[in-house]
């Protein structure tokens, strides 16, 4: 059973453009939602992340927006640039008595064109 | 340096055979975690640790086995009971303290089947 949901699969944005990037999600115990980084044959690596209880949390050229009552949190990237050309992965954390895990969604495949 | 090493990062192997990925961490992280991941699918939980000496399956554990002996060891045998084992696969590593869970991946593993 998919619990994250992401989309689109793939993005191609122009230089200096903005990347948008979905993900909805079922699960009301999750309570931290990070969105990963992967570079092809590297693992992946913790860009940015937020709370439940915050609507919006910003780094630099990324953002993320949250809307608990939709289930539905985003990744905005500004000002794309060619280096963020990578694969990205939304997740979310839920706690149980056995341990924490995460679960990601698919993957989007961003390509920033020069 | 502190992070998570992964070995080998390339491994072939034959029908039949039974593999062990190895996977240690310096950062002094209670929870160590096993992924899968398969083109288009994202990441896949098939196996997860909070304590030495305790582990608990994921999503796709079928066909794979883990150890917890050591703090710093997370050791992934692929057996010839999965069937399609060809995959990237990655470790991670995180506190498990109720205030954060930011999860640390190390650079993966890449197993082929020939």
């Known amino acids: 059973q998919q619990q994250v949901k992401q989309s689109p699969q793939s993005l ?18 999750f309570d931290y939602f990070p969105w990963y980084q992967q570079f092809p044959g590297k693992g992946p690596a913790l860009l940015i992340a937020i709370r439940p209880d915050v609507s919006e949390k910003k780094e630099g050229r990324f953002t993320i927006s949250f809307n608990k009552s939709a289930k539905q949190f985003s990744l905005h990237i500004m000002d794309s640039q060619p280096g963020d050309s990578a694969t990205y992965f939304c997740a979310a954390l839920s706690r149980k008595t056995s341990g924490s895990r995460l679960t990601f969604g698919e993957g989007t495949q961003l390509t920033v064109n020069p | 340096d502190g992070g998570i090493t992964q070995s080998p990062k390339y491994l072939f192997r034959k029908e039949g055979q039974n593999v062990t990925l190895s996977c240690e961490q310096n950062l002094n992280h209670d929870a160590m975690y096993w992924y899968r991941q398969d083109p288009g ?6 196996y997860y640790s909070q304590i030495v000496n305790d582990f608990q399956k994921g999503d796709i554990a079928e066909g794979y086995s883990v150890s917890r002996e050591k703090k710093e060891s997370f050791p992934l045998t692929v057996t010839s009971a999965q069937k399609n084992p060809t995959a990237f696969y990655l470790c991670a590593s995180s506190w498990t303290s109720a205030s954060g869970n930011t999860i640390y991946f190390g650079e993966g593993s890449w197993l082929t089947v020939v």
């Open chain 1, 12 to 29: 191609i944005v122009q230089k200096g453009g903005i990347s948008i990037i979905n993900c909805a999600y079922e699960n009301t115990a």
């Open chain 2, 41 to 46: 699918q994202g990441l896949r939980l098939i």
